[in-house]
């Protein structure tokens, strides 16, 4: 573990401010993460949500990044991308507060689908935020770090996330329904909040930060009136600009194509999770923040290797290795009669998850010519949320065909099919 966050070689001057907000960032991030995000749809499923309801949760934030993803790649072509991936995370993390309140000013319904419409509004922000990211995590750090960063960001998420799962799970054990859900949205805001300041600091080397109080007014905004026409033009422009039909014309059209596969294996599963552990397993909240801190051990563990592991087999390797433990996740799950199988699913999901996390975004950028990222990162997010889209809403139906523990089990099937592909891909 040591030597994960010692390198052999010195870290140089110029980058070492910037790895450090980048860890920070992901370190906050991580409070988010293990305590709103991963129990909002616990909390829906205990306030009477249904599958479709839990779906739309993922569904709807993808139906807007589908809408937003080709005008924000062109709109960040022409920004400072630190300023715009900072406003838009000012934009999208600000909206985490209202859910504290909800307890407060609507019957359980009410909540469900007022949360389903704030994870909608968030998703608007949230696409130019998501592209965007990698762009400026690319501008960051050199490719000869860029595992060792990684790396570094999945150990210290995956400590964060041990922690605070914990303290969720023994907050919402401690303080009654709903007030330990609202104490546990609390935490995740404050997650948001501090990680949004870090990323202010995340400035490529040579960049200049834009000074205090310019950075939003210096942002060059689309003109939102022109979105239809420019939405109506999409057949019609297929070479540099707006839509760029010709990255799908080579290698990177069919490396988009495997990743819109595997993208679908994974969302397909989500949504039933939560309901599973609540319906069928009826996990209580400790035993599931338990399950998702031990998910994070595992990452964890699979962190300290990943960089000697990335170098013996490479990026592409790695990550089918991981998403054959990622497959183990669900049909475990279905398997499981009990805590005893939920947590050891918890532990090989985890497992591969450092590995995916870690390779998966490099892979990525080995195939992105460094002078084009927006456009081309603009398809993957496209890639991405067309089968968060998908796999979000056809979860749920074929879970109501054939039950929740087939769904998982098949679902667990095509994520093996993934692996597979990635390990052939050339």
């Known amino acids: 573990m040591a030597s994960l966050f010692r390198p052999a070689r010195p870290v140089p001057a110029e980058y070492r401010s910037t790895f450090f907000h980048l860890y920070m960032d992901i370190a906050w991030f991580a409070v988010l993460s293990a305590s709103a995000l991963s129990f909002v749809s616990v909390y829906a499923a205990r306030q009477g ?5 839990i779906g739309l949760l993922g569904a709807g934030p993808a139906v807007m990044n589908l809408l937003f993803t080709f005008p ?4 960040l072509e022409k920004q400072s991308m630190s300023a715009a991936v900072f406003w838009a995370a000012v934009l999208n993390r600000f909206l985490y507060l209202p859910w504290i309140l909800l307890p407060w000013l609507l019957a ?20 130019p935020l998501a592209v965007g990211f990698n762009a400026l995590f690319a501008e960051s750090v050199p490719a000869e770090w860029r595992g060792h960063v ?47 300041l870090h990323l202010w600091f995340v400035v490529p080397p040579g960049q200049a930060r834009l000074p205090g109080g310019r950075g939003f007014r210096s942002l060059a905004w689309p003109n939102v009136r022109a979105l239809p026409g420019r939405l109506r033009a999409l057949p019609h422009r297929s070479g540099s600009g707006f839509l760029r039909i010709d990255i799908l014309r080579g290698p990177f059209g069919r490396f988009i194509a495997v990743i819109f596969n595997f993208y679908l294996s994974i969302y397909l599963a989500i949504p039933l999770f939560s309901l599973y552990w609540v319906n069928d397993l009826h996990l209580t909240d400790q035993v599931i923040g338990l399950g998702t801190a031990l998910f994070y051990v595992f990452v964890l563990i699979g962190s300290t290797q990943l960089d000697q592991l990335t170098r013996r087999l490479g990026n592409q390797r790695i990550t089918a290795v991981g998403v054959v433990f990622m497959s183990l996740y669900p049909t475990l799950m279905a398997l499981s009669r009990g805590e005893g199988m939920f947590l050891v699913a918890s532990m090989m999901g985890g497992l591969g998850w450092s590995m995916v996390g870690g390779a998966l975004v490099n892979y990525l950028l080995e195939k992105v010519p460094g002078d084009q990222r927006p456009p081309y990162l603009a398809w993957y997010n496209l890639a991405v ?9 056809a979860g749920p139906f074929v879970a109501e065909l054939v039950s929740v523990r087939i ?8 994520r093996f099919v993934a692996a597979l592909v990635f390990w052939r891909w050339e």
Do not use: D, E, H
């Open 150 to 196: 990684v790396a570094i960001r999945n150990a210290l998420l995956a400590v964060v996330y041990i922690g605070v799962s914990l303290l969720c799970g023994q907050i919402l054990v401690k303080i009654p329904f709903p007030t330990g859900y609202q104490v546990v949205f609390a935490m995740g805001f404050l997650g948001a909040f501090m990680s949004t």
């Open 49 to 53: 949500a249904s599958g479709f309801q």
């Open 407 to 414: 769904a998982l089990l098949i679902f667990g099937g095509l």
């Open 108 to 127: 359980p319904q009410g909540q469900v689908w007022t949360l389903v419409g704030l994870t909608l509004l968030m998703s608007i922000p949230g696409t």
């Open 385 to 393: 949320n067309g089968a968060l889209l998908l796999g979000s809403l």
């Open 72 to 75: 924000t790649g062109r709109w």
